[in-house]
RNA sequence: GGGCCCAUAGCUCAGUCGGUCAGAGCGGCCGGCUCAUAACCGGCUGGUCCCUGGUUCGAACCCAGGUGGGCCUACCA
């Protein structure tokens, strides 16, 4: 008997809106699933939102709405906007639900009374405050590199010289909330001493081909051996309150880590699912042994240490299924780069959709995804002449010229196809038997170059045989070569199926097909004398235009994040002027050649400027409180250039370089970017 | 600092076991066609297979060292 197939994409957290890199996996999971459902297979879909932790904890409270309500909002915003992508899970659950609380709290308990659970003090910074204890990256101060001292760093990496610290380690830290300085603080925390589960994951991760029974790809196998050869660590699954999530039974005051009870939203999206539709929920997974089940998870590269260490020695002490394949992709990149807000490329899903069709997306994503890990890159033009080249001009054009011959002329009526058709209809249904495996191994891109084959071997046919040439006489004949077209149109919608469902249902329509286009129908030729319907758009060429305007509008609406109100005052604005006033005041480019500390003052920096044909100017800046003289070294400042020279217990000081800050600790320089030239006025 | 992964034509990518492996699609140029959504067909164009060295009769492929990029990590993995 087939097993039943569970499949998951990672669960969106209810932080905030999914973006395009979020698209990509639940294109690549829903592909997959729509792929399996067409082969025949009992395939479901699971999903769910991850809800838990402190970045919601905090975000709801900075909204002054409850956790609750922020992830009930993120709920219905991620799937409508999943939803609105085609794409078809089962189920959208939440990981707050009772479902989760209670399999969470059964894997916890199967591990404490197992002796798996340890526990013991861990020191950390504590805000006074917040009344909180903080995360790495909620803690900021200065950069305790010694070379680097860059101020304003996360308690876990400097972003300025990219060395890593612990939050104590930094110099001056405070609150990233609040900014009230931490303390070290003792508390008691849960550790999982993940070597015990060391045998189990080494018979877990092992190859097929070496009696193991799970499906990794190669790289995602040695990358994970590394971690269990290098000697695996105890994981602290519990934090300290204020934490959304659930509370650890037995341990009053003491919470699940997100991490913990996300991936168990797997199994409690299950269970509600089941429930719903009157299913056995322990075929799926209650089934050590997979006898019955296969369990699919799709994930991005980032999460592999969750996926392939920790879950499945949690699902293996509890008694549960253990995945079957977790099948892991890159990044999306747009334009060759990472997402950035201010280049315009980090695109929301919501802000596609604005513009453009889903199917779009869908097709090319599908046609650049395999089964690599590699990043895969969102590249706009070709964006555009990818879609137009294989979806409007060869594919959709085939069957707009086969249909529309047939119905405008022939009255609707298809013919058998010719005996000279026999290699290239062969060699279509191999491919839509290829297309079928490619897609169940992940390779949609292989999958769907297999449509574009048919299509091209048809196009050629089409236009050899030129039915358009053939007299009134030869009517039967021109119903004949049309026909293959169809017939063509038809094998390829049912491999655009698992990508685009709405194109294949479109076909089905059009051509009033007897089955749905799935891999066991989509190669039976319709016979003589069916008669099709009209056609119908399959696919518009994109207006480049479209693509400009995601862009442009993703370019503006991301950078309203969410305006905090500010925690501090300024100065109350000048009177009204007019442009002649600044007109007074000459401001140029300067590049800052050298840069020390002045003996015998405190906040003074010395600056030398290269002013470009105007030479250079020798300035006294009182921002050495919050600049090494090294970080102002070959930076375009601004320089106010015709402020008279005025003489200083240093020296003289030939005009004064802009910046902002009220306080003498937090002054920001006015920087240019390389392409300014020293001497250029500012205006 | 350590680990895993990636680098092939202007663009996006295939290249299995070392031996027709210098490939496809798109683009560009030239020509043909007109049924079809200015779509379709043919021809041509195009590469230091990231660099250096090694193994081999033979390397895009194996090994070593670089360079550039992605991800993870450095006592809450």
Redesign the pocket.
């Known amino acids: 008997m087939a097993k039943q197939v569970l499949v998951t994409a990672a669960l969106p957290y209810a932080n905030g809106s999914i973006h395009l890199g979020h698209v990509l996996e639940a294109v690549q999971t829903d592909v997959y699933t729509r792929a399996r459902k067409l082969a025949g297979d009992d395939c479901v879909f699971i999903w769910a939102a991850d809800t838990h932790g402190t970045p919601i904890e905090l975000r709801a409270r900075r909204e002054g709405i409850t956790p609750e309500a922020l992830i009930e909002r993120a709920w219905h915003e991620h799937r409508r906007d999943y939803g609105d992508f085609d794409i078809g899970f089962d189920i959208f659950h939440t990981t707050h639900s009772d479902e989760t609380r209670r399999h969470a709290e059964a894997i916890f308990a199967a591990m404490e009374s197992r002796g798996d659970i340890l526990s013991r003090p ?1 020191e ?1 910074l504590y805000c006074p405050h917040d009344q909180m ?5 909620f803690v900021k101060g200065v950069c305790p590199n010694p070379k680097c001292k860059s101020p304003d760093q996360y ?3 400097c972003e300025v010289c ?6 104590t380690e930094l110099g001056d830290p405070h609150c990233s909330i609040c900014g009230t300085a931490p303390e070290l603080r003792s508390s008691t ?1 849960l ?1 999982v001493p ?1 070597a015990r589960h060391e045998a189990f994951l080494r018979q877990w991760l092992a190859p097929l081909e070496q009696g193991g029974h799970t499906e990794l790809q ?3 196998r ?2 994970v051996m ?2 269990v050869d ?1 000697g695996l ?7 300290d309150p204020p934490y959304f999530g659930f509370e650890i039974p037995g341990h009053p005051g003491k919470f699940f ?1 997100v ?1 913990f009870d996300a991936p168990v939203g797997y199994i409690g999206a299950t269970e509600k699912f089941c429930r719903d539709r009157g299913l056995d929920f322990d075929a799926y997974w209650r089934d050590p042994e997979r006898a019955n089940t296969e369990l699919v998870h799709v994930i ?7 996926h392939c ?2 879950w499945p020695a949690m699902l293996h002490a509890g008694g549960y299924t253990t995945p079957s394949r977790v099948h892991v992709h ?2 999306l ?1 747009v334009a ?3 997402m950035s807000k201010t280049r315009g490329t980090f695109v929301l899903a919501r802000t596609y959709l604005d513009h453009l069709p889903a199917d779009y997306l869908r097709y090319y994503f599908a ?2 995804l ?1 089964g ?6 969102l ?1 706009l ?2 964006f555009v ?2 879609c ?3 979806l ?3 594919t ?7 249909c ?2 047939i119905t ?2 022939l009255g609707g009526t298809l013919g058998a196809l010719g005996d000279e058709t026999a290699e290239i209809v062969a060699a279509a249904q191999r491919r839509l038997e290829e297309a079928r495996v490619h897609y169940l191994a992940f390779e949609s ?2 999958a769907l ?1 297999c449509a ?2 048919i ?2 071997d048809f ?2 046919y ?3 045989q ?4 053939l007299g009134p006489e030869q009517a039967e004949r021109a119903r004949q070569v ?1 026909s293959a ?1 169809v017939y063509a149109s038809q094998v390829i919608a049912g491999i655009l199926a698992p990508v685009l469902p709405r194109w294949a249902e479109k076909v089905e329509r059009m051509l009033k097909l007897p089955h749905r286009l799935d891999f066991a129908h989509a190669g039976t030729p319709l016979g003589a004398g069916h008669v099709i319907g009209e ?1 119908e ?5 994109i207006d480049p235009a479209k693509v400009a305007a995601i862009i442009e509008a993703s370019k503006e609406t991301t950078p309203v994040t969410i305006a905090d109100t500010p925690a501090y005052e300024v100065e109350a604005l000048q009177p009204e002027t007019t442009i002649d006033a600044f007109a007074a005041i000459d401001l140029r480019v300067a590049k800052v050649l050298a840069c020390a500390k002045v003996d015998g003052a405190d906040k003074l920096l010395q600056l030398t400027l290269d002013v470009g044909p105007l030479g250079q100017r020798n300035v006294f800046s009182g921002i050495a409180k919050s600049y090494a003289p090294e970080q102002l070294v070959g930076k375009h400042v601004v320089l106010f250039a015709n402020l008279k020279a005025r003489k200083m217990r240093f020296g003289l000081s030939e005009g004064m370089i802009l910046a902002s800050g009220s306080t003498d600790d937090a002054v920001t320089v006015l920087e240019l970017d390389g392409r300014s030239r020293p001497g250029e006025r500012v205006s």
Request: hydrophobic share 30%.
């Open positions: 861990v950390q204890f903080l995360p790495d990256r308690g876990d990496s990219g060395s890593t610290h612990a939050p925390h550790f993940l190669a790289s995602v040695n990358y590394e971690w290098g660590r105890d994981w602290d699954i519990s934090r880590y991490w991005g590269k980032d999460i592999v240490y969750f260490l920790f890159g990044w990149t060759g780069e990472k046609s650049k395999g690599t890990q590699d990043d895969l890159d590249n033009e070709d002449s990818r137009n080249a294989d409007v001009k060869k959709a054009n085939l069957a707009s010229r086969s529309k011959f405008s002329r891109g292989k170059r574009m084959q299509a091209e196009n050629l089409l236009t050899e030129a039915p358009w040439k049309c077209g056609y758009i399959l696919a518009e060429p």
